[in-house]
């Protein structure tokens, strides 16, 4: 009798096994469903709710490595993230951390959204593939190269925004040298940093 009962525990087991792997192999597929790239899932660091003042704070420290390392102004970087990303809380910053709206060309980690450019003097939708990143630094320090290196056909075209001596001087030549497509983008930025006093950090 002893050992029929032996006999009878040996199928649950079996079965038990069987759904542990399959339990296994579904958390492992779970685990590469990142819809991006299939690396590590992105980092949502930020709370959607979180103040202007937090918003500043948050970046300032990287802000200031980056002037440290390349000569950017720290109100610079601060100002045109806020303004390009609602202070932390667009889709594109808040989902995807990219705090600047910077394009996504060839294999690069991207995701396709809409967005709203000036062109023919006037303000249109488009859509368009923008740089995904895993966290707000990356994106900062993206931001920062690209003024570092230019672009493939001219690498000096931002050099007049690393050697500006104030502000208000890098905010013209971000104007004056393309980076934005508002006629209006050098008075915004100005703005956003005379308001919150984010030249104390230069």
């Known amino acids: 009798m002893a ?4 006999n009878q525990l040996k199928m ?3 079965i038990v096994g069987f759904l542990l792997i ?10 590469l469903s990142d819809p991006v790239n299939n690396h590590s899932p992105l980092v949502h660091q930020e709370d959607e709710d979180m103040t202007k003042q937090e918003f500043i704070d948050r970046l300032r420290p ?3 490595e980056l002037q440290e390392g390349y000569g950017i102004l720290p109100s610079i970087i601060i100002s045109q993230a806020a303004l390009e990303s609602n202070w932390g809380r667009s889709q594109l910053a808040h ?7 910077i394009k996504a060309y ?3 980690d991207k995701v396709n959204l809409e967005t709203k450019e000036y062109v023919n003097e006037q303000w249109i939708t488009i859509e368009g593939d923008f740089r995904v990143y895993h966290s707000w630094e990356d994106s900062m320090d993206d931001h920062t190269m690209l003024f570092v290196n230019g672009v493939d056909w001219n ?3 931002y050099e007049d925004v690393l050697t500006a001596q104030s502000h208000q001087e890098a905010a013209e030549a971000l104007q004056e040298d393309g980076y934005a497509t508002d006629p209006g983008y050098a008075d915004k930025v100005i703005e956003v940093i005379e308001n919150y006093q984010l030249d104390q950090y230069d």
């Open 3 to 6: 050992r029929k009962k032996k």
């Open 12 to 14: 649950p087991a079996i």
């Open 22 to 31: 399959l339990v296994g192999f579904v958390f492992s597929l779970m685990s």
């Open 62 to 64: 990287h802000a200031e």
């Open 95 to 101: 989902e995807y951390n990219n705090l600047f709206g």
């Open 106 to 108: 060839g294999n690069q």
């Open 155 to 157: 690498p000096q075209k």
